[in-house]
């Protein structure tokens, strides 16, 4: 089934040690996102990537990156984790900018010690 | 600013009753509304949509209303089984244009089953 899947669906990490976290997707889907959760809150965007453009949100920390090598995969780099980074981390895909067949992966859960 | 946002943070219901989740948002430029169903340790799932040339669209079990007069959504849920049971989300996209295509989330509310 065409699916977006992320790996690892938990990660432990150390303070200040970078991790990055992945995600993929098999809807040949030209938009991809990373959101943020936080326990019992919404999901908040991070960024997203148009095709290879990429789109910040003005929030988001300069520690956090992404990457985009091609249309299937999708990176999310934390340069150095802090104990507030700690979190599920969302990717999620749609078809172009009408926001059609928007779809979340299962996450991964980062836990920062 | 804009905002999207969920009227209660939890709602407890019967085993077999129905269930109805409001949300409301506040962009009145919003044209696409979507309800998640998040269960514990998982990603949001797609529940159902609407656009807002519509006001009423039904899936299986599931109805949502959009009122543009008073923007507000709701999320009714026929027969309200034990697997219902998660936390809901809405969020809707504005009229972006271009490259910019995101949904704004409101706060989850959690849906409680009782047998």
């Known amino acids: 089934d065409a699916m977006v899947i992320q790996n690892p669906r938990y990660q432990v990490t150390q303070f200040g040690k970078p991790v990055t976290l992945s995600c993929s997707q098999t809807?040949?889907?030209?938009?991809m996102y990373w959101y943020q959760q936080k326990s019992s809150q919404a999901p908040k965007l991070l960024f997203h990537y148009y095709d290879k453009d990429f789109n910040n949100e003005a929030d988001t920390p300069d520690n956090f990156q992404s990457r985009r090598p091609n249309t299937s995969f999708c990176f999310l780099d934390i340069r150095s984790p802090g104990l507030g980074d700690a979190a599920m981390y969302l990717c999620?895909?749609?078809?172009?900018?009408?926001?059609?067949?928007?779809?979340f992966g299962s996450g991964t859960r980062l836990t920062v010690v | 600013g804009e905002s999207v946002g969920l009227h209660l943070p939890t709602l407890s219901v019967q085993e077999g009753d129905n269930s109805i989740i409001n949300c409301a948002y506040s962009n009145s430029a919003s044209d696409y509304f979507i309800w998640y169903k998040q269960e514990s340790g998982k990603g949001p799932q797609f529940i159902i949509d609407?656009?807002?040339?519509?006001d009423k669209r039904q899936g299986q079990r599931v109805t949502v209303l959009l009122n543009k007069t008073v923007k507000h959504l709701s999320l009714q849920i026929a027969a309200t089984q034990p697997g219902d049971s998660a936390v809901y989300f809405c969020a809707e996209k504005g009229q972006y244009t271009g490259a910019n295509s995101k949904l704004t989330f409101g706060k989850g509310i959690t849906l409680s089953v009782r047998p």
């Open positions: 609407i656009r807002s040339n519509m």
């Open positions: 999620a895909t749609s078809r172009g900018t009408a926001g059609y067949g928007y779809t």
């Open positions: 809807l040949n889907h030209n938009v």
